[in-house]
Every structure is written in structure tokens, then in C-alpha cells.
């Protein structure tokens, strides 16, 4: 690569801190940490919500999966575009939400029990998108600088941890919209107009690519199948998600970003998948269909190359501060502090959450060190979360006969079911979620079922306290007048 495409990446980097240390100014306390002060308008909240969703796998991987397949590598992304309409569904009531995380809700629910085990869950969940983000950096900081494999992760990693730690959502935020900016002009305007031209057209690509690149269906049913589950599903329970739509200022922020991020998503899902196609005309015998993308940008005019990369570092990142921002609020705000720390004072919860921040950071960098695969580590953390939880996170906020026995009960038969159809079939097999989900849903509303319903006493006592309350719906409705006349925070 060039000098100039150098100090693209540089400048992009160098950015990535800057914005860390804007956010510690913005990031007072734990709500400023967490959720960005429940501030964000449309355009904040639509491209930190788009940076997010779209990371390593969304990007390197797919480009990868239409680089081995052809046209179905784009399922995948496919269905998570398809499933963030749940943000559209249910920003009724994931704006009026006072909590900060989904195992919060489930503890005002379901007790303590159900907190603990939701957190865990989901925080496996998070801790894994961290690491299939960091080898994705890494990956591509190998293929560049000629590195060892180890030595990139532990420089991406490091970027992240810094900007992450410092100004928690507030610095995520804003790194986000940087990202979602670069990636969209380095993916849709520069790489993929550039791989057809290279190739001499779309007719000349489709030419000389094997007929089954044409077909949508190629990548295999059981895949497809795979990946509805764990997104359709797990995209309504998943604490980065979460977290995302508590910060938007009010319903129709979140319904108007959400149907936006849904259109962008599924368009990236067609561009990441021709562009492997084409990559595939391009640079035909790789071996690791993952080292496409990386290939690709090495072709690509002296400048651009280095955008279309910062491009790829862009989505990866994004979406490993998302993830580590979310596992950090799960440890520290439903586990560390309930269990041992118990305090209220927002100075020592802020520095609570920074300092679990940086040893799951650290963590998440020694697992990437030794798990290598970005698609098998985001399937099986998918995989998990969606057969643990799924039915007892959307049962609390909408089934009000759900009962404390039926989630735990849910939680572990799924969970468990996951597990051992994982150990069985293995991890690109579509049978683990499917029997997990099954076993969740089942448990959880035939134990609830037999059990004593909740009093309506209870019911409104949660109601109240998570925000799902009557004297919630002003902020759900959103002030269309103030909307009108406020500043974009």
C-alpha cells in the first residue's frame, strides 16, 4: 500500500481516540456513560445504530461468504436487516425503558435469579461480538502490515479499548457516525463500483462466474435457516440493540432510525455479497475466503485502497466498542454492583464500568488470540443467546402471565438444549438454536402456566418502575413540537 493510503488509516485512527476523549468530557455520569443521556435525535441515532449492527462479520465475513458462494453469501446480513423492523415493532416500548439493560428487566420481572442468568447469557453473547470484532481488526491489520496474526489483534483491540473506555457511549456515538460515514462511502461509492469496472462490467462477472453464483438459495437452506433464528430472533433481546434504542430521545426516533437501519442493512448485505463475487472473478484460488476483502482493497488506486480498508475498520470497530460497551453494563450493572459493590454514588458506578470495561477488553483480546474463525465465534454466541432467552425477554414486556419459574426454567432447558445440539451436530449446524429456541418457549410457558400468575399488584409495580407504566407514554409518543425545535444532541 501506498504512502497516501497510510495516512488514510492514520488520520481514521487517530480520530477514533480524539472522539474518546471528547466523550470523557460529555460522559458525567452512568447515564451519560451508558446510554449517552437518552439524548440522540434521527441522524445520531440512525448512523450509530447502522455502525453498530453492521461490523467484522457484516463485512469481512460476507465479503468472504460471496467470495466462496456467490450471491446467497448474502443471508447472513440479509436477515439482520430483515429483523432490526423489531426495532420499528417495539419502540413503543423500548423507549419508555428507565432500566439500562435487559437483565435489569428481567430482575424487576422475575427476581434476582432471572438477572443473574439473563446476564450471563447475554453477556456471553457481547463478549464474543467483541472478539469476532477484534479478529476481524486483526485480520486485516495482518494483511496489510505483513504481522503476525497475534500482533494485529492486539493492536485493533488496544484502539478500541482506549476510545471505548474513555468516553463510554457518548465517544461511541460519535466514533460511530465517523464510521458510519466512511463505511458507506469505502463499500457502496468507492469498493464495489471499482471491483465491477476492474472486471469490465456486470455482464463480463456474471460471465465468468460459476451459474451457482447467480443463485440466491446456493449457500444451503439449513444456513439460511441458521441465521433467521438468530437474528429474527435474537435482534428483539440483544443488549447492544438494546442499549442503542435507549439513547434515542423518544419514540419516533427510535421507529424512524430503526426503518432506516433496516433499508441501509439489507443493502449492505447485496453490496458485501457482490463484492466477493467479484473478488472472486478478481483474485480466483484464495484459501481463506476471509483474506478476500483485504486482497481486494491491496488492488484498488492509490488513496482509495486505504479508504475502502478504513471502511472495514470502521464496521468491525463500531460494532466491538457496541459489544463491549454492552457486556460492560451487564457485568458491572447486574452483577458486580447487585452483588458485591451495592452502591448508588454515580462516581463510583462510573468508575466501576470503566474498570470492568478494560478486563473484559483485555479478555476478549486473549480469547481472539486463540479463536480465529469471525463467523463460528459470532454463530455460536448467537446461537446461545437466542436458545436462553428469548421467550422470558420478550415475554416480560409483553405476556403478563409469564411467571419467575417459567423464565428460569426457560432460560436453562434452552440454554442447555443449545449446548448439547452444539456438542452433537456442531457449530454451522442449524438444529442447536432451533431445539434451544423450541425447549425456551416451551418451558418457559408451560412452567408459567402451571404456576401462580403474578398479582396485579406486582404487574404495576414493574410496570412503574421499568417505565411501561401510563406515566411513561408522553415520553413514548415523543413531543413532535420539541422534536421540531430542539438541537440534535
Not at 115 to 140: C, D, N, P, W
Not at 449 to 459: D, E, G, I, V
Amino acid at each position: 500500500m501506498s504512502a497516501l493510503d497510510w495516512v488514510v488509516i492514520g488520520v481514521y485512527f487517530a480520530a477514533m481516540i480524539l472522539a474518546g476523549f471528547w466523550g470523557m468530557r460529555r460522559a458525567k455520569d452512568t447515564e451519560g456513560f451508558i446510554v449517552a443521556g437518552r439524548r440522540l435525535g434521527v441522524p445520531l441515532f440512525t448512523g450509530a445504530l447502522c455502525a453498530t449492527a453492521l461490523g467484522g462479520a457484516s463485512t469481512v465475513g460476507s465479503v468472504g461468504l460471496g467470495y466462496a458462494v456467490g450471491i446467497s453469501g448474502a443471508w447472513m446480513v440479509l436477515w439482520l436487516g430483515v429483523a432490526t423492523f423489531a426495532i420499528v415493532a417495539l419502540a413503543h416500548v423500548w423507549a419508555r425503558l428507565k432500566v439500562f439493560s435487559v437483565a435489569e428487566v428481567l430482575h424487576h420481572r422475575y427476581g434476582l435469579h432471572a438477572r443473574l442468568l439473563g446476564a450471563l447469557s447475554m453477556g456471553a453473547y457481547e463478549f464474543m461480538l467483541i472478539v469476532t470484532q477484534i479478529i476481524a481488526v486483526g485480520t486485516i491489520l495482518t494483511m496489510l502490515l505483513d504481522l503476525d496474526l497475534k500482533l494485529g489483534i492486539l493492536i485493533g483491540a488496544a484502539v478500541v479499548l482506549v476510545y471505548s473506555t474513555l468516553g463510554g457511549m457518548w465517544a461511541i456515538t460519535l466514533t460511530d457516525i465517523i464510521q458510519f460515514v466512511v463505511m458507506t462511502i469505502g463499500m457502496f461509492i468507492v469498493f464495489l463500483p471499482l471491483v465491477i469496472s476492474r472486471i469490465g462490467g456486470w455482464g463480463e462477472m456474471w460471465a465468468r462466474l460459476p451459474k451457482s453464483y447467480g443463485d440466491i438459495w446456493a449457500v444451503g437452506r439449513p444456513f439460511i435457516w441458521m441465521y433467521f433464528l438468530i437474528w429474527v430472533l435474537g435482534v428483539p433481546i440483544m443488549q447492544d440493540v438494546w442499549q442503542r434504542v435507549l439513547t434515542a430521545r423518544s419514540t419516533r426516533v427510535a421507529r424512524v432510525g430503526g426503518a432506516i437501519g433496516s433499508i441501509y442493512a439489507i443493502a449492505y448485505a447485496f453490496c458485501t455479497a457482490l463484492i466477493g463475487c467479484g473478488l472472486a472473478v478478481l483474485i480466483p484460488g484464495i484459501d481463506n475466503p476471509y483474506e478476500a476483502f483485504a486482497r481486494g482493497a491491496e488492488l484498488m488506486p492509490i488513496g482509495l485502497g486505504g479508504l475502502i480498508i478504513a471502511a472495514a475498520l470502521a464496521a468491525i470497530m463500531s460494532t466491538a466498542s457496541g459489544g463491549l460497551i454492552g457486556a460492560a453494563t451487564l457485568v458491572s450493572n447486574d452483577i458486580v454492583n447487585p452483588l458485591i459493590v451495592k452502591s448508588q454514588n454515580e462516581r463510583t458506578l462510573l468508575r466501576l464500568n470503566r474498570v470492568v470495561m478494560v478486563i473484559l477488553g483485555i479478555a476478549a483480546t486473549v480469547v481472539a488470540l486463540l479463536l480465529q474463525d469471525i463467523v463460528a465465534a459470532i454463530t455460536v454466541g448467537g446461537d446461545i443467546v437466542v436458545a436462553g432467552l428469548v421467550a422470558p425477554v420478550l415475554g416480560a414486556m409483553l405476556w403478563k402471565r409469564g411467571t419467575a419459574a417459567g423464565a428460569i426454567a426457560g432460560m436453562v432447558c434452552g440454554s442447555v438444549m443449545c449446548v448439547v445440539m452444539l456438542a452433537v451436530k456442531g457449530l454451522w449446524a442449524s438444529e442447536p438454536v432451533s431445539y434451544g429456541a423450541l425447549a425456551n418457549v416451551v418451558a418457559f410457558v408451560g412452567v408459567s402456566l402451571l404456576t401462580a400468575a403474578p398479582s396485579n399488584q406486582k404487574m404495576r409495580e414493574y410496570e412503574r418502575v421499568v417505565g411501561l407504566g401510563a406515566g411513561a407514554a408522553a415520553h413514548a409518543a415523543g413531543d413532535e413540537v420539541g422534536e421540531a425545535s430542539t438541537i440534535e444532541a
